[in-house]
């Protein structure tokens, strides 16, 4: 059920008949903000509507649950996002942890890993530089996490290591 997943601002809605077809049409349209605006001001959309609290771990749920509609570059280039303060910084470093925290690369070498969340997690790593550090910056923290006791797959000391492998290995696979 996707209202157990996500947290809902707002439970006054429940007892309504109409409900479900009233959660549909608040994502169809946030859906079509998204694709004629951007992911944020469907968020914000969603916000207003109490559909969703802006807490990063409900944002990174609400990701990874309708991934499937969200195009895959635009996924992309919102977990790369930065913040315009340090406040927004840290809610987008959360909305990224939160999001690849829920991938598994326990019993995975680098490259393995690697390949899964570039190929298997619903986005595509997006052009710009700062943006793919930010992206791979976690991905070595939660790789890390997953396998930091296994040294035949994870012989790295720190995260660190995993991050400069994982980007070293990015740039030689880019043209």
């Not at 690369?105 to 986005?123: D, I, P, W």
């Not at 923290?141 to 660190?160: K, L, T, V």
Request: some cysteine; hydrophobic content about 40%.
């Amino acid at each position: 059920d996707d209202v157990s997943v996500l947290s809902m601002a707002d439970d006054s809605l429940r007892g309504d008949p109409n409900f479900s077809q009233k959660m549909e049409e608040t994502l169809n349209v946030a859906f079509e903000i998204m694709q004629d605006k951007s992911l944020k001001k469907a968020f914000d959309y969603l916000t207003a509507c109490n559909f969703l609290t802006p807490s990063p771990k409900d944002i990174a749920s609400f990701l990874r649950l309708y991934q499937s509609r969200i195009d895959t570059a635009t996924l992309g280039e919102f977990l790369g996002e930065g913040g315009k303060d340090g406040d927004e910084t840290e809610h987008f470093n959360l909305i990224r942890f939160h999001y690849v925290s829920a991938i598994s690369f326990v019993g995975m070498n680098v490259e393995q890993g690697l390949r899964h969340f570039l190929t298997s997690c619903g986005f595509r790593l997006p052009g710009e530089a700062q943006k793919i550090d930010r992206i791979m910056t976690t991905f070595s923290q939660c790789y890390w996490e997953d396998n930091a006791g296994d040294h035949g797959r994870c012989p790295f000391h720190d995260e660190d290591t995993v991050f400069l492998i994982a980007f070293a290995i990015i740039m030689l696979n880019t043209d």
